[in-house]
């Protein structure tokens, strides 16, 4: 059965101090694995897409990694407004593509 | 603006009641999900439709019922729901197979069921 699975549960940063969120992932035939920002009372927002071991993407202060097992995604110097749940999806290998989701990150950056 | 719009935001009702929840896109895609999102679990996938055709349905109880006329438009019929039920009703919509950018999704509406 594809699974997904996000740590810490919780984080609580201070601003500036920077940290990595971790997602380990079991799919038959990965296709894709997506990280998204979700705010309170909002749907989620894409952030990344990573397809193979290796690949790294950049956005602001959130840099996304991907090995084989595992994706990391790295908050550096963070900023009370990067405070929100982050989740990590992998697209399954079926035909249709569906996104399984982990239960999130939520993290907390205090000034 | 996301692009995927849904109504209403909120909604309570009674277990007796019947209601429909509204998920419109204006990005040409052409797949459309609904997904519940309760407290401390992920996001569960209730309803696939690829091409305006349900796909998939993970044993969702009957008391939920989709209907997707067209492929800018999803509906969730809701009848006799049961507490447990409340959540955060999420639209999602993508390009058949997922596309780069994996699903959009709308702002949910927040059901209470009293």
């Known amino acids: 059965e594809d699974q997904v699975t996000q740590s810490p549960e919780a984080l609580r940063l201070q601003e500036g101090e920077s940290s990595s969120l971790n997602c380990s992932y079991t799919?038959?035939?990965?296709?894709?694995l997506f990280w998204y920002r979700q705010d309170p009372g909002k749907g989620p927002e894409f952030l990344f897409t990573l397809y193979s071991a290796g690949e790294e993407k950049e956005k602001e202060r959130l840099k996304a990694t991907l090995t084989k097992k595992e994706s990391f995604l790295h908050i550096t110097a963070p900023k009370p407004e990067d405070s929100a749940t982050y989740l990590c999806a992998v697209l399954d290998g079926g035909s249709q593509g569906n996104l399984i989701f982990g239960k999130g990150t939520k993290l907390s950056v205090k000034p | 603006e996301t692009g995927v719009t849904q109504t209403p935001r909120h909604l309570v009702m009674g277990m007796t009641n019947k209601k429909s929840l509204k998920c419109e896109q204006h990005?040409?895609?052409?797949?459309m999900y609904w997904y519940k999102q309760s407290a401390k679990k992920p996001l569960e996938l209730m309803f696939v439709?690829?091409?305006?055709?349900?796909?998939e349905n993970n044993s969702v109880p009957s008391r939920f019922s989709p209907e997707c006329p067209n492929s800018s438009h999803l509906f969730l019929h809701l009848h006799t729901l049961q507490p447990e039920d409340s959540a955060l009703y999420l639209c999602?919509?993508?390009?058949?197979?997922?596309?780069?950018?994996?699903?959009?999704f709308g702002s949910g509406t927040r059901l209470t069921v009293v």
């Open positions: 990005l040409g895609h052409n797949a």
């Open positions: 439709y690829s091409l305006e055709e349900r796909v």
């Open positions: 799919v038959s035939g990965l296709r894709g």
């Open positions: 999602a919509s993508s390009q058949v197979g997922g596309g780069r950018h994996g699903y959009t």
